[in-house]
């Protein structure tokens, strides 16, 4: 029994458990397990579309920002799969969405600690014994298995975010985003095709089905609420809000402050990449030559207020924000590009007095990641990716993911395993201390 005890178990294997999981493997003195309900690492399937690519430099892989000569840096698995000359000579930074999966696999089949195709369905702080029990369901064959451990760390990422009013109304042609890959042939069947929202994901569906217009022949229709299909900010000193002196600035201010600022940074982190849209818009001024435009829609101030279906069709009422007027079109096939929300997953239901929330309703999250607890104990539960609130818009961004797993692995190991350093950039970040 007592080889069954783990000093941490990780919830959920996406990049950011995964990048715990290989910084940790040279850390003998922490035994770790993780674990993941897919039966296969698979980052975001549905968006893995051919051309797009990841939006942070292929520097910020699972290891490198902790330790660049980690053996699973991404230089290591283009040497292991004898790409390293043709990517020396494709002399880009930012690699395809499709690799940077299939790098994440490669890692994760190496690594003894990562376990795939169980669900954890529950977590259960057992006084006695000082240690959490997580049960686990086997994906396949139905069977349940218990592991006990000192700490935890939730690493179980975002759910799809769908507005109000298409609440329970998910179908073949009305989905997410997430899905769209899975759900080609539906689309190109159609003759109407709307897509909603206006962040990178949307860009990309859109992009996509203007290049197959052409042969299905479909009328495309985007609409957002937000004022306009706009850039990501993407300039040099505005990314070093990306960094852990910013996450430093952050923190320290007041939570209502820190509330207050993050509904103002939507375009820092929320909006299209230039080249996204240049690709679109490059495409759309070569079809509209000769007077051939094609058969395209795109609104910006526009939110959707009603949802009906008529005759296998959709009905979608929309209110302009500007001009206070609504307007109705008809379509066959709606993708919600709605953005993604963090959700307090079911398994930790039983653990949840064991936890302080904000008032309202959050973890409440220390500078090192793990969360403020309602008993006096030696035992963390650490969060990644889930504090937006508290340590800013750096939270889902994989650039930052090898220094929260510092913070995380030197408090774990109550030494310094992978040093940090407190200055990285060349702005400072409010009043020097
Ligand atoms: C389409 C898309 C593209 C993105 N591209 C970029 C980018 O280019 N650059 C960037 O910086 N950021 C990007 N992001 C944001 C980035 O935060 C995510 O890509 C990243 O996947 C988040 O990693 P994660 O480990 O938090 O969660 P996830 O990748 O969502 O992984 C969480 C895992 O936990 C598992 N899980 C959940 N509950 C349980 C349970 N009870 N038991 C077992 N397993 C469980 C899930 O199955 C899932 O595999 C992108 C996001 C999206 C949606």
Partial sequence: MQDRVYDLIGVGIGPFNLGLAALLEPVTKIKSLF?????????????????????????????????????????????????????YFWEEFHIPRREYNHYCQWVAEQLSSCCFGQQVESINWQEESQLFAVKTQDIKNNTSLTYDCKNLVLGVGSVPQIPACFQNMKSE???????????????????????????????????????????????????????????????????EHFSPDYIHYFYSLSPQKRDDLIKKQDLLYKGISFSTINKIYDLLYERSVAENYPNIKLRSGVEVKEVETTNNRYRLTYRHSHQDERFSHETDCIILATGYRHAVPNCIANIRDLMQWDEKGRYNINFDYHLGLTKDIPNRIFVQNAE??????????????????????????????????RQNIFQQFGIAA
Avoid at 37 to 50: M, S, V
Avoid at 62 to 78: D, G, H, I, Q, R
Avoid at 207 to 227: D, M
Avoid at 401 to 421: D, F, Q
């Fill in 388 to 421: 937006l609130h508290t340590h800013g818009i750096g939270s889902p961004d994989l650039g930052l993911g090898c220094y929260r797993n510092s913070v995380i692995i030197n408090t774990l190991a109550g030494e310094t395993v992978y040093p940090v350093k």
């Fill in 173 to 239: 042609s009305l989905f997410h985003s997430a899905e769209f890959l899975d759900r080609r042939e539906i689309l190109r069947q159609s003759k109407s095709v709307t897509v909603i929202g206006s962040g990178q994901s949307a860009a990309e569906i859109f992009y996509e089905l203007l290049q197959e217009q052409e042969n299905y022949q479909y009328e495309i229709n985007w609409c957002t609420r937000s004022s306009g299909f706009l850039p990501m900010e993407y300039s040099k000193l505005g990314l």
């Fill in 35 to 87: 674990i993941e309900q897919k039966t296969k690492f698979q980052w975001h399937p549905g968006l893995l579309i051919e051309g797009s690519s990841i939006q942070v430099p292929f520097l910020a892989d699972l290891v490198t920002m902790a330790e660049p000569s980690n053996k699973f840096s991404f230089l290591s698995y283009l040497k292991a799969k004898s790409r390293l000359y043709q990517f």
